[in-house]
């Protein structure tokens, strides 16, 4: 890919490469002509679009399942976005599409919430789980370097440790913060960072790993920086737009972005083109 197609879709004031694995965009630090994604304390990790994906649809089935179950009526989800969201929300969300009052469904909310993990395990075979490229290289480059691993999701917390432990990615990660008490992502993030702060120190530097335009502003609400991903619904532009630290078309297209080898591999650390300034608006 050309230099000029990737300065032109770079914002100003991004640097911006294409690696093997895919494009980077970076605000660079005065100096920096790398991106600095593996320099903060602590990671907190979206994992739907972010760490991995069910195309078997699981989880999202599980919703009308229960409402079924605890309410005697099915409910959609199509109205809803469901990415970036919680699981309160996108039931909050569906609820409201459906036109039923707050007063209607929330009383039974401790137990939708119970159906929906019950719904999930009880289908958990089904499940089809893909991890994203470069997820496992980059947790294991993070892990040997001492940085604290924890997901931050809007899964509540059975589901997303389910989802980890499945597609065996759940040794990586020693703490989480989920949407069980967080109908808002940005308050699910603010108390993955006090989990985050408490193992690695009080003024320990935390950053925001996500696919979502709301990744992004639930990492901005907290003052945290963010790293986003383009490997769930949102393009390496749009995300592009809102604006993340750092962009990657995906994690393996980050770990490319290295200035020496990776794990010795002769072919990482290989730029196809130069480091170019992102010229338009
Ligand atoms: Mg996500």
């Given at each position: 890919?050309?230099n000029?197609?990737?300065?032109?879709?770079?914002?100003?004031?991004?640097?911006?490469?294409?690696?093997?694995?895919?494009?980077?965009?970076?605000?660079?630090?005065?100096?920096?002509?790398?991106?600095?994604?593996?320099?903060?304390?602590a990671?907190?990790?979206?994992?739907?679009?972010?760490?991995?994906?069910?195309?078997?649809?699981?989880?999202?089935?599980?919703?009308?399942?229960?409402?079924?179950?605890?309410?005697?009526?099915?409910?959609?989800?199509?109205?809803?976005?469901?990415?970036?969201?919680?699981?309160?929300?996108?039931?909050?969300?569906?609820?409201?599409?459906?036109?039923?009052?707050?007063?209607?469904?929330?009383?039974?909310?401790?137990?939708?919430?119970?159906?929906?993990?019950?719904?999930?395990?009880?289908?958990?075979?089904s499940?089809?789980?893909?991890?994203?490229?470069?997820?496992?290289?980059a947790?294991?480059?993070?892990?040997?370097?001492?940085?604290?691993?924890?997901?931050?999701?809007?899964?509540?917390?059975?589901?997303?440790?389910?989802?980890?432990?499945?597609?065996?990615?759940?040794?990586?990660?020693?703490?989480?913060?989920?949407?069980?008490?967080?109908?808002?992502r940005?308050?699910?993030?603010?108390?993955?960072a006090?989990?985050?702060?408490?193992?690695?120190?009080?003024?320990?530097?935390v950053?925001?790993?996500?696919?979502?335009?709301?990744?992004?502003?639930?990492?901005?609400?907290?003052?945290?920086?963010?790293?986003?991903?383009?490997?769930?619904?949102?393009?390496?532009?749009?995300?592009?737009?809102?604006?993340?630290?750092?962009?990657?078309?995906?994690?393996?297209?980050?770990?490319?972005?290295?200035?020496?080898?990776?794990?010795?591999?002769?072919?990482?650390?290989?730029?196809?083109?130069?480091?170019s300034?992102?010229?338009?608006?």
């Amino acid at each position: 890919m050309p230099n000029s197609v990737i300065a032109s879709s770079a914002p100003a004031g991004y640097v911006s490469l294409v690696t093997a694995q895919g494009r980077v965009a970076w605000r660079p630090c005065p100096h920096d002509s790398i991106p600095r994604w593996d320099q903060y304390d602590a990671y907190l990790f979206d994992i739907d679009g972010t760490l991995l994906r069910d195309p078997g649809r699981v989880h999202y089935n599980a919703f009308s399942k229960a409402c079924l179950e605890v309410l005697g009526h099915p409910l959609s989800l199509e109205p809803v976005t469901v990415a970036g969201s919680t699981d309160p929300r996108i039931l909050r969300d569906a609820f409201a599409a459906a036109g039923i009052a707050d007063e209607t469904w929330r009383p039974h909310l401790p137990r939708l919430l119970e159906a929906i993990c019950s719904a999930v395990e009880r289908q958990a075979a089904s499940m089809q789980l893909t991890i994203m490229p470069g997820v496992v290289d980059a947790l294991r480059h993070l892990a040997a370097a001492g940085k604290w691993l924890g997901v931050a999701t809007g899964n509540l917390e059975s589901i997303g440790w389910l989802k980890l432990e499945r597609s065996e990615l759940r040794q990586h990660f020693t703490f989480g913060g989920f949407s069980d008490a967080h109908e808002q992502r940005a308050d699910m993030i603010a108390a993955a960072a006090a989990a985050a702060r408490k193992l690695a120190g009080a003024h320990a530097s935390v950053v925001v790993v996500g696919d979502t335009p709301s990744d992004i502003e639930a990492a901005r609400a907290n003052a945290l920086p963010v790293i986003a991903v383009a490997t769930g619904h949102y393009s390496f532009d749009r995300l592009l737009e809102h604006p993340p630290d750092i962009c990657a078309e995906n994690l393996a297209a980050l770990l490319l972005a290295q200035p020496a080898p990776f794990n010795g591999s002769p072919t990482n650390g290989h730029m196809v083109n130069a480091v170019s300034k992102g010229t338009s608006a």
